[in-house]
């Protein structure tokens, strides 16, 4: 297989997991970025992983916080927070090829939408994954369990699929992109709010039963909207996908509760706050999601 050089955008946990695992298989994996501790523990070590049994394995990437560093990138993965989309996008304008793709695979609506503002709709493609990464510091990630990264079909994804299942992602192409995103959403909704607000993995809010409720009423008010959108979700079931991912990734910590534990703004707005706008505009009532929504933002001062 040809070892395509990759652009990968940030450098929290997911964005150093892929390029981890990318890197390990031979690819050259470039990482853009503008967390300065980050960035220099990357280029000083390399993106580090850390096993069952406690040990980090260490593989070279390139760290860089300037895009003309890396001009005419063929793909580029998106791994970045949905509040950081529209500086993200003005930076691939410096560094995307012009017949290039960038694949974004982050939480929450609209995402793609900003990136093609700038980058143009036939350079954007949408995919998203269930797979989790604990940050345990600058450059060390902790996998936090197997997921499935979903990629939407489009015409330039070359390699790309064969590329993420070498490094051993589990991935799928599938038609419908608006399918995708919000069954992350719904995901999403019921799992990373409660994670955060209660201050555990994923997998602890199987064992509590008052949790539990509170997650299949967050998942079903997403996938009501969903429904009224009229899309047509990748799932029959809400609970059992929202369940199903928790189980999976049981020993994660949730993005968003990494990011209230330190202090950070988080993806609440694109997530929960995205059900309760949408909710509100076709009709569909969205309480237990809208105080959730003010709950996080109440965590973290300016979130």
């Known amino acids: 297989m040809t ?10 946990a997911l964005a150093t997991l892929f390029a981890a695992r990318l890197a390990e298989h031979g690819h050259d994996i470039t990482m853009l970025g503008t967390w300065e501790a980050g960035l220099e523990a990357l280029g000083r070590e390399g993106a580090r992983l850390v096993d069952s049994a406690g040990r980090a394995h260490a593989f070279r990437v390139h760290a860089t916080s300037d895009p003309r560093e890396v001009p005419a990138s063929k793909y580029a993965l998106v791994l970045v927070k949905s509040w950081q989309t529209e500086r993200v996008a003005r930076r691939l304008t410096k560094c995307l090829a012009e017949a290039g793709l960038a694949i974004t695979l982050q939480n929450g609506l609209g995402n793609d939408e900003i990136l093609a503002h700038s980058l143009g709709r036939e350079r954007v493609a949408v995919g998203v994954t269930t797979t989790g990464a604990t940050l345990l510091g600058p ?52 799992i990373n709010p409660l994670t955060a607000l209660l201050r555990i993995p994923n997998g602890e809010l199987l064992n509590r039963p008052a949790a539990r409720l509170v997650m299949k009423a967050l998942a079903n008010e997403a996938a009501a909207v969903a429904s009224a959108q009229r899309v047509r979700l990748p799932f029959t079931d809400p609970i059992q996908a929202a369940e199903t991912v928790a189980r999976k990734t049981a020993a994660n910590y949730s993005s968003m509760f990494q990011d209230v534990r330190r202090g950070a703004p988080t993806e609440i707005d694109a997530i929960c706050g995205a059900v309760a706008r949408t909710g509100k505009k076709t009709g569909i009532p969205t309480p237990v999601n809208h105080v959730c929504w003010q709950l996080i933002q109440a965590m973290v001062p300016g979130a």
């Not at 070892?3 to 929290?12: A, D, F, M, V």
């Not at 015409?155 to 399918?179: C, I, N, Q, T, Y």
Request: aromatic share 4%; net charge negative; proline share 6%.
């Open 3 to 12: 070892k395509e050089p990759i652009l990968i955008i940030g450098t929290g």
């Open 139 to 190: 450059g060390l990630v902790r996998p936090g369990g197997e997921g499935v990264i979903s990629l939407e079909a489009h015409p330039r994804m070359g390699v790309m699929e064969p590329v993420l299942k070498d490094a051993g992602f589990s991935v799928e192409v599938v038609a419908d992109a608006r399918s995708l995103v919000w069954g992350k959403l719904v995901v999403n909704a019921a």
